[in-house]
């Protein structure tokens, strides 16, 4: 910094006003810096379901982004030296490069983890796979190819390879690490009428199981129309893991003549031993798997959401094991993407489910923290009254009955935010990674939002 700023000095001896040699803090109050470490953001460049999207690992928080011609970004920060690296690319999608296919697919953005001997790892690119990628075994094709690809150096984002080790048909990645280091990833193994499955590696990623199914798909004999599903996979208490889903029936021909809606409903919850790779409800009764949707709507319910469209959302446990759940839930509208929905908390309190409580306004969308019994923190975007976009953190200290005011994080300009889900281990000044949601095709910057507002970087 020093030497820079005296090289600025020699080579403009007259523009020596903003140059200091001997105070380098009054140096770099001079330094521009922006909210942004990004400025290559692409459609909705992440996603609360596609996580984590971001992992904090020794003193540094490294984050994954859709960028241009949807391929995936990936950059690190530094919270000693306070420096941003990157971001570099990481993986070729097969979707985003076509002109026949203009509209952005979006479901192809990256989700990372880095295993126990350092290399970062992301799935990617996604939504179905096309025919050409062959028959696919467990549901329906639609479009890209899921790839997994690695960093070539530990801790090292600079330079990545793919492996071949998931089959094209996935899309929806989730991702996570136990903590004797096997690597459970999930995902949907086709378009939406396609069985949820996963695969473990316990060789830090380098080969996966086959994929096996634990939720069905299943054309229904009483409707025209398949069962579909939308799950979010987290840690459960020791090496459990826990889901939490919503029901997604999809049409034929719905009563308004429309196929395929985002209309999902009911939130339901399971375990998974991944010890035994059984799978329990919240009472501990053992579940025949694949879950079809006469199992599911017997054993696994949280909670029946009527005439509301939900949207599934994210799930974590307290100290007790007792699980919370954030359901996301609106309107239908007579839209194919329905209504606007907001986060609604649920939490089973050992013996029952309760809550209910609406959290944030219209058009929210959310990720939790539980502290402790009581303690329940969420973060979360929307819009606010004048018409910005937010994101900000609200607690609760009842375990989720009453939620506080909030605090505001970061506000931007007009519009709404795409947010990631928390980033895994997230050091508090990096909680979330966001870019301002948009329908066309311009590059926009991406944030990395803590509870002291957005991650700076130097200009
Ligand atoms: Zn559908």
């Not at 928080?61 to 990481?90: C, I, M, R």
Request: charged fraction near 25%; charge should be negative.
């Amino acid at each position: 910094m020093k030497k820079t700023l005296g090289l600025c000095c020699l080579l403009f001896p007259v523009l020596t006003l903003g140059c200091s040699t001997t105070s380098t803090s009054s140096a770099e109050k001079n330094v521009e810096m922006v909210d942004h470490f990004a400025d290559n953001a692409f459609g909705n460049p992440v996603a609360v379901v596609q996580h984590p999207a971001g992992q904090y690992h020794d003193g540094i928080t490294y984050v994954s982004y859709q960028g241009p011609l949807e391929d995936p970004y990936v950059a690190a920060y530094n919270h000693e030296t306070k420096e941003w690296l990157g971001p570099f690319k990481a993986g070729v999608s097969e979707m985003g490069k076509d002109p026949s296919r203009p509209k952005i697919d979006n479901h192809g953005k990256p989700t990372m983890m880095i295993d126990d001997e350092g290399y970062i790892h992301i799935f990617y690119g996604g939504h179905g796979g096309t025919p050409e990628h062959g028959d696919n075994p467990l549901g329906n094709h639609h479009y890209g190819a899921n790839k997994h690809a690695v960093s070539k150096k530990p801790l090292d984002i600079s330079e990545w390879e793919d492996l071949d080790t998931i089959p094209p048909f996935g899309t929806y990645n989730q991702v996570l690490k136990m903590d004797n280091g096997d690597m459970y990833l999930f995902y949907r193994h086709g378009a939406h009428r396609s069985d949820w499955v996963y695969q473990v590696s316990t060789d830090n990623g380098r080969s996966f199981t086959p994929p096996v199914s634990f939720l069905k798909h299943k054309r229904r004999d009483d409707v025209e129309g398949v069962d579909s599903w939308y799950p979010w996979v987290g840690h459960g208490q020791g090496n459990d893991i826990i889901v939490s889903f919503d029901y997604h029936l999809c049409w034929d021909r719905d009563a308004r003549e429309r196929g395929h809606t985002a209309n999902r409903e009911d939130l339901h919850y399971m375990v998974f031993d991944t010890d035994t790779k059984e799978w329990r409800n919240v009472q501990g009764e053992r579940l025949p798997m694949p879950l079809t949707r006469e199992v599911a709507d017997q054993k696994t319910k949280v909670v029946d959401s009527g005439d509301l469209w939900t949207f599934n959302g994210a799930a974590a446990l307290d100290p007790d094991g007792n699980p919370h759940i954030l359901m996301n839930a609106g309107k239908d509208v007579g839209l194919v993407t329905g209504g606007p929905k907001q986060p609604i908390h649920y939490r089973w309190d050992g013996s029952k489910w309760v809550g209910g409580v609406t959290i944030g306004p219209l058009k929210s969308r959310a990720d939790l923290m539980v502290k402790s019994a009581t303690d329940v923190s969420v973060f979360m975007t929307y819009q606010d009254a004048d018409g910005k976009a937010v994101i900000a953190r609200t607690d609760s200290d009842d375990a989720g009955n009453t939620f506080g005011k909030g605090e505001v994080l970061f506000r931007h300009g007009k519009g709404s935010f795409a947010i990631s889900a928390l980033i895994d281990d997230a050091h508090p000044d990096a909680r979330i990674i966001a870019s301002p949601r948009t329908s066309d095709s311009k590059l926009k910057n991406v944030y990395l939002v803590g509870d002291n507002g957005p991650v700076q970087r130097k200009k």
